[in-house]
């Protein structure tokens, strides 16, 4: 039975996709459409659509799909590890594949999303055309050992049980129906546990503190993106949450969560971009910083990008 409804939700979200307002025909129809499909992987919270119409990615798939992409949308535990994350995404690409009749697909991560499709490259690399990481703490986020560092004291059971309370109430206002753990997802995204995951699969994993990662390993094409702006506009409820993560997750420029070297992934686009984390997919609603890139637009410039590599 759950693999039927992940059968239908993919298709569901295939079908929403390809159903974007049609292209004008003085309009480049084909500017996104690239060989193998895109699949976006979710970060924290997980959630692909929420209460039905809260949509993770806002905007985004339409806007990639209007000239020619074929867009995948997928859901994940609220708060685990990068594992059992990596797991669950493993499953709907494998879908995915069958569904579309692809050879291969084009992974996009955002934030613990970026760990969830490298997983996915390590485990399938023959079927992955390419990965992008997007404000993905590649080598981790200082901030979470704030949490992971209570882990087995009172204080640890507590965080732990709040925490996992706050996912199962995401992933059932989602309609999914995964395993949380909460303190899971703090260890997977601390320094430590980064370093961990990136032993198992270091492809694309720069070699330096603030450098570039393998552009192509076993055949895949690798890039990312970033941001450096915290608070991009005060009318966004999100901005004051981001404005006070951005003193406690590390030191270095980051967007609210992510610090702009350990970002780093791959080809690396773009590591300043003047977005948030919450920017970074179109949220809240499309509220963004005056004069800033559309985050769609980044979204549809690197569709472009992928197409002209031939995947």
Known sequence: MKKLLATATLLASSIVASQAQACWFWEDCTYT??????????????F???????????????????????????????????????EQLLAQVQNILA?????????????????????????IPSRVASVTTIHSPVKGVKG????????????GDVVQTVGTAVSN?????????????????????????????????????PTTACGEGAYTTNGIKNYSWSGTSAVTNVLDPLD??????????????????????VSHFGKVIRDDYPHNHGDAINQLFGVRGLFTPDPKDVYRQHANRLKVAGV
């Open 48 to 86: 692909d659509k929420l209460v039905g119409f809260v949509d993770y990615w806002y905007g985004i798939p339409s806007a990639v799909s209007y000239s020619g992409g074929k867009v995948y949308t997928t859901s994940a535990s609220a708060f685990n590890s990068s594992e059992a994350r990596g």
């Open 99 to 123: 569904i579309s009749g692809a050879a291969k697909v084009n992974l996009m991560g955002h934030s613990h999303g970026g760990f969830s499709v490298r997983y996915v490259a390590t485990a």
């Open 33 to 46: 459409k690239t060989k193998y499909p895109m699949v976006l992987a979710p970060g924290v919270l997980g």
């Open 240 to 261: 004051t949450f981001f404005g006070v993560m951005s003193l406690v997750s590390t030191s270095e420029p980051n967007d609210g969560l992510v610090g702009k070297c």
């Open 169 to 205: 109430f995401i992933t059932f206002l989602a309609g999914n129906s995964y395993k949380e753990d909460f303190m899971a997802s703090m260890k997977s995204l601390d320094t430590a546990g980064a370093a961990a995951f990136n032993a198992k699969h270091p492809n694309g994993v």
């Open 144 to 155: 979470a050992a704030i949490l992971t560092g209570t882990d087995g004291t009172v204080a």
